[in-house]
Nanobody, 123 residues
Framework: QVQFVESGGGLVQPGGSLTLSCVAS????????IGWFRQAPGKGREGVSC????????WYRDSVKGRFTISRDNAKNAMYLQMNSLTPEDTAIYYC????????????????WGQGTQVTVSS
């Protein structure tokens, strides 16, 4: 059974930083395209960042480029999202997940994800 458990969310002031963590079980992360997506109140889901299983190249949506960094720790079967210079527009529930069909598209067609972690950026 594939499971993802996110942690690290919270309340942070504008300009602050957070690091989200995601531990996976039931699959080996470096074999799949993985990443983070978010959903803000009243808005649709949007991809934030991902790592392709084909070439390990990372992708970021334009609004987070230069501020967010995705990484993966194969030994821990975990992925992370370092978020710097946060703005209120980054407020959302953040989910980690994967395309467990083995696809290489990045951002992926997520078919497994965790319960999410809330990130609130406010003064």
């Amino acid at each position: 059974q594939v499971q993802f458990v996110e942690s690290g969310g919270g309340l942070v002031q504008p300009g602050g930083s957070l690091t989200l963590s995601c531990v996976a079980s039931g699959l080996t992360l470096d074999s799949y395209t993985i990443g983070w997506f978010r959903q803000a109140p009243g808005k649709g889901r949007e991809g934030v960042s991902c790592i392709s299983n084909r070439d390990a190249i990372s992708w970021y949506r334009d609004s987070v480029k230069g501020r967010f960094t995705i990484s993966r720790d194969n030994a821990k079967n975990a992925m992370y999202l370092q978020m710097n210079s946060l703005t209120p527009e980054d407020t959302a529930i953040y989910y980690c997940g994967a395309d467990t069909s083995g696809g290489s598209r990045c951002p992926p067609m997520y078919d497994a994800w965790g319960q999410g972690t809330q990130v609130t950026v406010s003064s």
